[in-house]
């Protein structure tokens, strides 16, 4: 039996053997510790210029994630277009080039709200570009056969980012102030765009979708007119806008307390990357992956309401664990599925799509629950965000086309015909 199961959690790594995989991931893994650092110094930097007010960080999640609402159902056309990893260069250097200005202007004392909205305005152009690009970039190295897999190791790579960026943030934040997380999240762009620059003879599918390759309008009504690709998309939206939104109210939970943020945090990432190094295996496993998404979300909704109720910082850490473990499956659960089941001539632009359900209607939660938060304080507010997260996933089970939905294996059928049925 125990065999059997470690049989099963090695084949999920089955990509590694792939080099060019493991180049990627090696540099992503670098740089993804930097984007974390950074987000940590950013929240704390913007709740203490603005003298703690909660809706202030709403405003910031509005500035990183308006372009991409606005331009991801048109930018995701660049990644079935143009080669991957020359935008994902592009977009690193202007990552890149905001850290270092940030780190600059903080070491100088002259950093000041409007720069950090309008630097957050430029990195979230970027990030319309740079998330179809990347997961296209996925596709091209793993192939349909391994891409749920290669989705769920670049999870895992994600959450020890996310485990230990914050925590290191919050060591370092005290030790030297916000300019050294500024800094190293700069220099970390150095590792994974080195990584880029040595990946040679990618599988590509852009060019090849022949009539398959659709405008970002015909690309919309694809999804609308599919249940199962609009209950992806909702799935990520109630998961973004109610669950991993909440973690930029975290500052304002603990009042600015560095420590304390930085440890509930890293509690959330911990629970990810559990969830990624020892359940992800299985899951991918599973055809009928549906039901499990939606449960996921009501277990998320749950450990947020706890946490949020609880003044206790253990209690908050484990709760905010509990609930990692679910925001983990549910991304890489629908965001797998999606690269499993779209044509190669979309892919850039229903992920484009994607993004923009992920991305770009978060900052409005947060917005509206940082608003109300400064009115009935941020317990509250997080409270009936975690309650919606539980009630929304329970009425998609209700549909059966949704809650009985299997996918096809990877060698059966072309993913037109997984499409095709409404």
């Not at 084949?11 to 740089?31: D, K």
């Not at 559990?274 to 909704?301: D, E, H, N, Q």
């Not at 206790?312 to 664990?321: D, E, Q």
């Not at 009985?404 to 095709?420: D, G, K, M, N, V």
Request: proline content about 4%; hydrophobic content about 55%.
């Amino acid at each position: 039996m125990s065999r059997g199961l470690l049989a099963i959690w090695r084949a999920n790594f089955t990509p590694l053997r792939e080099r060019p995989v493991r180049i990627y991931l090696s540099g992503q893994a670098v740089s993804m510790v930097g984007t974390f650092l950074q987000s940590t110094a950013l929240g704390l930097t913007v709740y203490r210029l603005s003298g703690g007010v909660a809706s202030s960080l709403g405003l910031l999640s509005i500035c990183l994630a308006l372009p991409v609402l606005l331009l991801s159902p048109f930018s995701g056309v660049l990644a079935d277009r143009f080669a991957r990893r020359r935008l994902l260069l592009g977009c690193h250097a202007v990552q890149m080039g905001v850290a270092l200005a940030l780190a600059l202007l903080s070491h100088t004392g002259t950093l000041a709200l409007w720069q950090i909205y309008s630097l957050a305005l430029l990195l979230g152009c970027t990030q319309s570009v740079y998330f179809p690009a990347q997961q296209a970039l996925l596709f091209d190295l793993a192939g349909r056969g391994e891409i749920r897999k290669l989705i769920a190791i670049n999870s895992m790579v994600l959450n020890i980012a996310r485990t230990s960026g914050p925590a290191l943030a919050a060591w370092m934040i005290a030790r030297w102030g916000v300019a050294m997380a500024f800094l190293q999240n700069g220099l970390s762009f150095l590792a994974v765009m080195a990584s880029l620059l040595a990946l040679s003879s990618l599988r590509s599918s852009a060019h090849e979708a022949g009539p398959e390759t659709l405008g970002a309008a015909q690309a919309l009504r694809r999804v609308a007119g599919d249940v199962r690709l609009r209950n992806l998309f909702l799935t990520v939206a109630i998961l973004q806008m109610f669950g991993l939104a909440m973690l930029q109210l975290v500052p304002a939970l603990t009042g600015g307390d560095a420590r304390a943020t930085g440890l509930i945090l890293a509690s959330a990432g911990a629970g990810s990357l559990c969830y990624a190094f020892l359940l992800s295996p299985f899951v991918t496993r599973l055809s009928r992956i549906a039901p499990l998404l939606s449960l996921s979300l009501v277990w998320m909704g749950g450990w947020l309401l706890a946490m949020a109720q609880s003044g206790a910082l253990p209690v908050r850490m484990l709760a905010m664990f509990m609930a990692g473990l679910a925001t983990s499956l549910a991304m890489v659960g629908s965001t797998g599925t999606m690269q499993f089941v779209v044509p190669a001539g979309m892919r850039g632009r229903l992920m484009g799509l994607f993004n923009v359900v992920g991305m770009g209607l978060q900052p409005f939660a947060v917005m509206a629950v940082s608003a109300l938060a400064d009115r009935i304080g941020a317990t509250s507010a997080v409270s009936l965000a975690g309650i919606a997260a539980m009630l929304l996933p329970l009425l998609m089970l209700t549909d059966r086309r949704w809650s009985l939905w299997e996918l096809e294996p990877a060698t059966a059928a072309p993913a037109t015909a997984a499409l095709s049925n409404t």
